[in-house]
């Protein structure tokens, strides 16, 4: 019987392009559709908070998704939590050397992270206290 710390190494072995020892074919299918969804949602989501910047790269945005999920620990996995450590990733020595950027990309993140925030938690505390 496979343990579940076998179960995730090899889960994180094919989400990194590696050979995988014990996941089933099937598994290892529906394990990539799920990883396109969640990149896909990312994406999505960055897309819309980060307006600007994703203009400006309109054409790598996948990939610069890609990599900062990949290449960038995110303190958090939940998705409404990445876009607080994106501009962070654009201020990154592995993002300057990659994409060509400005130096002002990771304080218009900032700047609009902040601002979406504020938005969500505001329409957070609107739902609850209509629940109240």
Known sequence: ??????LQEDILRLFCG?????????????????????ISTAENMLAKIFKEIHAFYKDSWRQIIMDYLEHFLSRSPIYSELAQDFASFLDSDFFKNKYPSNNYLAQVAT??????????????????????
């Open 18 to 38: 590696q050979e995988t020892k014990v996941l089933s074919a099937q598994e290892k299918q529906n394990l990539l559709v799920y990883k396109g969804l969640a």
């Open 111 to 132: 700047y609009k992270w902040l601002a979406s925030y504020k938005i969500i938690k505001f329409f957070d505390l609107s739902l609850i206290s209509l629940c109240f």
């Open 1 to 6: 019987m496979t343990s579940v710390i076998e």
